[in-house]
């Protein structure tokens, strides 16, 4: 253990090696490919939801990238089509989430594109499914004895109303709905878009299999 | 084996380094070395397959994207017309366009195609058509769904330039760009109202009945459409997820059109629990069985464009195939044994399938396999669920999607009204 140099050059050499692989080239793709054509960039009510939704740490528990048919039948369950590049343009930081405690958001505004249904569900998620786990948020909410003009009442369910008076929406609640409504990606992907494509040949070939067999 | 060491032996030696003679790395360590290395190139080649499979699959989306959305200059052969005729129009109107007998009107040497020409074909196509019309003195009362959403302008130009020349002998054409002006002005617009409402549009319209007046609005049918449309206290309106004009997207089905009977049912079977829906449980709670059919019978009344475009990456000739022929490998039937000619929808069990969203498809039917939709009569649905494989599930939902609406049936809400309207005994 006396030639420390070689072994300092030659660890340098591996690590930045691993750096402009992993970093440096998938960061100038990323820059070449920007914003994929349909997609519109957020606006001040939605850009204020985005920051509730960072601010409540919805991606510890909700992804935002729905896979592609050869992964996982995400488009089955409405979730959409397989993201790209180009459609996290505008989001910094992005919140791509790894957990799927919950269902995948990136085109909620597609699925549940309903206000009223947001904002039962976000003041109390037991009021639709009795086995959710989400938590509740009511202190997006406020109690009052009664809605001013302008004030969005929350639709609610006897069991779970107040006794007297409505529950109205607090602004950060409005702003976090408008964000998940404008939530849709439904436009066509940019063909130059990058994403993970790995099982595409796994899939084609499995298609072609079963084309095979259904010919016989 | 330094000269210290020889010098005096016999005193310990007290700079003694261990050391190794330099030995070879041990060969496996190359083998490993080596396969890991072929295995990576492997892999990167692989890779780079996948790779261009995946920017093939995007290409193909992006172009249906374009096509869907820009008018084509390029003139159409002939022969595209009378291919495209025979793919959505013979159907019902007979491959020479000779009609049905008191049921659908021929296109063949007809006086209205005469009076109209091709431009008027294109109105027809555009927005669809219903209510009673006269062709060559002979009466009809049928509907005609809007293939706006199915035919891109080059194909309606081709379509309507086929009847009007090849099927009429006349000399009137439409280009595609003549298509785009009517479908930007088309736009939102319902079917035409029979023979009367094409008065305006063809001039020496052979004589038209009357159109049916329409029931003036009972304030029911107020109370109805201000609950589809804005909800209640306890509940959000039915247009907030299933869309304005009953559309549907994503998981959310399209309503528009469907049987009532069979919309007020699955009402039913949510509130009974046989058939389970969290957000669907929560809205029935708060319907009385009036409100049920009067729902219904406002969805099945509406006639919209269809709001579903293939998006499941599903092989759209399979799909076609499962459904006009079924796949008697895997003991499915077709689709449209059941669920009529064009999956309009039959009766008040099998409900339309045309343009119905992708996503409710393949959901419903893997929702069928794994049991936890058990509401279709005789078990029908669970078999053939069970025997569609996932790729299966998405091909037939896309094709589906691709099919133009089916034509709201106004008759069919009034039988349920007069019949169900007052037992509301939860069929």
Redesign the interface.
Known sequence: MNRYLPLVIVSLAILSFATLLLVIIPGMQIAKSGASPGLKPYTVAEARGRAVYVSMGCLYCHSQQPR??AQA?D???????AS?SGDYAYDTPHQLGTMRTGPDLM?IG????????QL?HLYQPR???SWSIMPAYPYLFAHKAKADPGDV?V????AY?PKTGVIVAKQDALDLVSYLQGMKH????????L?D??????A?Q??NN??AK?SK | MTDKNKQDPRLPDETFEPYEEPRRIPMPVYWIAIALAIWGVVMLV??S???K???K???S??D??VAATTPVKAEPKPDAGKALFADNCASCHGDAGEGVADAIPPLHASDVVKAGGASAITHIVMRGIGGPLIVDKANYDGEMPSFASVLDDKDIASIANFVASDLNGLKSTVTPAQVAEIRTASADLNPWDGGSGLAGLINGLPAQPASETAPAPSPDAAATAALAMH???????CA??H?DKGEG????PRLAGLAPAYLAKQLHDFKEGTRIN??MD?VV??LSDKQIIELANYYGAMSSPSGARP???G?LA?GEKIALEG?W?KNVPACFTCHGPSGIGVGDKFPGLAAQQP??I??QL?MWQGGSRHNSPLGLMAGIGKSL???D??AV?DYLASLPPAAANAKLALAVSATTKETSNGQ
């Open positions: 592609d048919e039948p488009g089955e369950r409405g979730w959409g089509r790209v085109n597609d699925r549940l594109p309903s206000q009223g249904w039962t009021a639709i499914a009442v639709k609610l369910p006897p109303a439904d436009y066509a992907p940019p063909t130059d878009g994403r494509d790995g099982y595409e040949l796994m084609a499995q298609h079963d084309a259904a | 692989q890779m397959y996948s790779t499979i995946g920017d699959e995007r290409a989306m992006s249906q994207e909800g209640t206290n306890e509940i959000w309106s907030s997820c869309g997207t994503q998981t959310i969290d957000s929560y709670k708060s998006s499941l990456e092989d399979r796949d490998t996503a409710y393949a959901h893997a494989s996932d790729a599930r998405r939902a």
